[in-house]
Structures are given as C-alpha cells and as structure tokens.
C-alpha cells in the first residue's frame, strides 16, 4: 500500500496536483475517516494499435468450416 494517504476533503482541494503525482507513476490512497476507501494509480500506458492483415498466407481455413458437426461429435459438445 502507498505511503500517502489523503483524507477525502483534502483530496478534493487538491485533485489536480493528485492527478499530476498519479501519472508520474505514484499511488495516491484517498481515505474516508481514517479509512481507505480508493486508490488513485495512473493508466496503463496506450498499447500500439492492432494493424490487421498480418497473418494473410500464414493461416488457412477449411472450404467446410462452417459445415454441421458430425452427430456422434456434436453430441460429445452437448454432453449427451
């Protein structure tokens, strides 16, 4: 648990400087009558958005792949 605890009147006062703490990677807990109630941590950092089409002749799917199971297989999936 983090070192600075902030009752919630004084974390009210002083939100914005907690924010600035928080996304320079520091745990803020913000209490309530002594007791904490909430931590306030910075986000993760943005990942690398996903570009699709990286697997094109990599992967290659059934003419039947979307074909009906066989009973007996079927069955096994249903438990019966």
């Known amino acids: 648990m983090s070192d600075v605890i902030y009752n919630l009147y004084e974390a009210k006062t002083s ?9 320079r990677g520091e745990e803020i807990i913000i209490a309530k009558a002594g007791k904490p109630m909430a931590k306030l941590v910075p986000l993760p950092k943005a990942q690398t958005p996903r570009r699709p089409g990286g697997w094109e002749g990599r992967v290659v799917i059934s003419e039947d792949f979307d074909a009906p199971l066989p009973d007996d297989l079927l069955d096994a999936f249903e438990g019966k």
Do not use: M, N, W
């Open 15 to 23: 939100l914005s400087k907690l924010v600035e703490r928080a996304t």
